[in-house]
């Protein structure tokens, strides 16, 4: 009797649970079609909202956010839950208007997913706490500090090149592994000053750990369940783990730099005993900075360290590995790709490329913009408005999340003449056209702080792969499988097939 009375409690508590979900649903469906006049999108259900639409396999989410596209025009709303909503934009002005602003530089709610491992550093953090950590971390991307980090570049592109090697003459293979590799021994080399030879040692706990922090991030970006449930999953413990071992090594760096720091007195001494000119890694010149003229404590320094190993590891190696595919899936364009690399240099296979020689690849500049237009690294950018505003008639209540759908802007026949085609040369007529329509890199207050540092990384590992290896299509050679997880993967990996330049 006791358990039978207990259940109709249960079941009475859960219907009325579902009642007040229902109507709160219908509260909010009826205020957001009175607010969001201009902005359209289909019936949500009162318990998934849209979700049951998006209840494809991962490589079809574009092609089911085209659909909306097509039906709605250049942005609408889904609802991701019953209560909360989605405004998708593809719409160039009102991009503009989100991006210029500092009132819009607050991240939507799925980068707390990122919290545990790299804190509230700059990618991360809002308000006063963002702007002081930007204004402090900009000057370490000066140009001249930059041009430190080329011989890393080099040094670590030469190993990719000898891994790429074992693979020439093979009718396919997914040349994205190695190429995740090569972008992660770069960064940890450049932000920590500390190689970990991963193209060498793929199998370490530190690399391991690494890929398994992007993939639960991942897949809790795409869990409804995740805010209730994810402490009972066994993702949960793996990013235990995974962040034990990640912590651990990023600490155990800081400790030896702050030693070295202490021991040498003269901070302002950057040359060695011979003269010549030392290499300081970011987290050297973290060491050295202060905000209200106070140093950094050492979570600060942590959090930025392990933001600067996110944000620099997986965007470029997506660049990277889409261009190589673009490269030879279009033969005209690699080869004048390669003529560039014949005029800058003499020796293609043995030559040490220098900033100057960087600078000169203009073709392979465009090469890259273009990739990122058709391929941008981070596909959707998300915000969360702080403060209502109006635009077109339309009013974005407070705490709506805005989706910046950039890889829908960059595919836009609105946008781009033939927007489907690889044309690296159209980057040469859009000159005094509107700069947000092409926003690989964001744009406006919260633009990426690394642009040039990884702009000269593409460009140094790519003419590398170019001067030595003729890239062609795979075979055989699967349609991309694209899919937009933290960053822009290709579901089926990044095919192609390499022969050697003689």
Known sequence: MIAFVA????????????????????????????????IKGRKPNALFGNMLDFAVPSHKLFEKTQEFLDEFGSNFVIYNGPLTRIVFITEVKLIEHILSSTQFIEKSDEYEHLHKWIGTGLLTSGGLKWKKRRR?????????????????FENVGDIFVKKLEEHVDKPSFDIYPTISLCTLDIICETAMGTPINALDNASSDYVRSVKTMCKIVTDRNFSPLDRRFYPFTLNFYREQFALKVLHNHTDAVIDRRIKEFRVNSDKSSETNDCGIKKRMAFLDLLLRSTIDGKSLTREDIREEVDTFMFEGHDTTSSAIGFALYSLANNPLVQQKALEEQMEIFKDLKNARATMADLQNMKYLELVIKETLRLYPSVPILGRRVKKEFEWENSIFPKDVHLALFTYGCHRSDKNYEKPLEFIPERFLEMD?????????????????????????????????????????????NPELMLVPEIILVSKNGINVCLKKRV
């Open 136 to 152: 402090m971390i900009t000057p370490s991307f000066h140009f001249s500090i930059l041009d430190n980090f080329v011989d890393v």
């Open 432 to 476: 005094g056209t509107n700069p947000f329509k092409y926003v690989p890199f964001s744009a406006g207050p919260r633009n990426c702080i690394g642009q040039r540092f990884a702009l000269l990384e593409m460009k140094s590992t790519i003419s590398k792969v170019l001067r030595n290896f003729k890239l062609l299509p795979a075979n055989p």
């Open 7 to 38: 259940s109709i409690i249960i079941i009475s508590i859960a219907l009325l649970f579902l009642i007040v979900i229902v109507v709160l649903h219908k509260i909010t469906v009826r205020k957001d079609s009175k607010c969001l006049k201009n």
